[in-house]
């Protein structure tokens, strides 16, 4: 499993589009979008204790 983060609707639709031009005749992807606010409130349980979600990365921006 892998994941991406996006800033914005439009740059995600231009990693889906990379993801949808590479899939193989008979490979599966599943796509889930969520909003920062979703993901933070992900409860993530190993066994019987709580994990922490894991942490967006830090997007750099260069102007």
Same mark, same amino acid.
């Given at each position: 499993?892998?994941?991406?983060?996006?800033p914005?609707?439009?740059?995600?639709?231009v990693?889906i589009?990379?993801v949808s031009? @590479?899939?193989?005749?008979? *490979?599966?992807?599943?796509?889930m979008?969520? %909003?920062?606010?979703?993901?933070s409130e @992900?409860?993530?349980?190993? *066994?019987?204790?709580?994990?922490?979600?894991? %942490?967006c990365?830090?997007q750099l921006e260069?102007f």
């Amino acid at each position: 499993m892998a994941s991406i983060y996006s800033p914005s609707r439009e740059n995600a639709a231009v990693h889906i589009g990379r993801v949808s031009s @590479i899939i193989p005749p008979d *490979g599966k992807v599943c796509i889930m979008q969520l %909003t920062d606010k979703q993901f933070s409130e @992900i409860k993530i349980y190993e *066994g019987r204790k709580k994990a922490k979600p894991e %942490t967006c990365s830090v997007q750099l921006e260069l102007f």
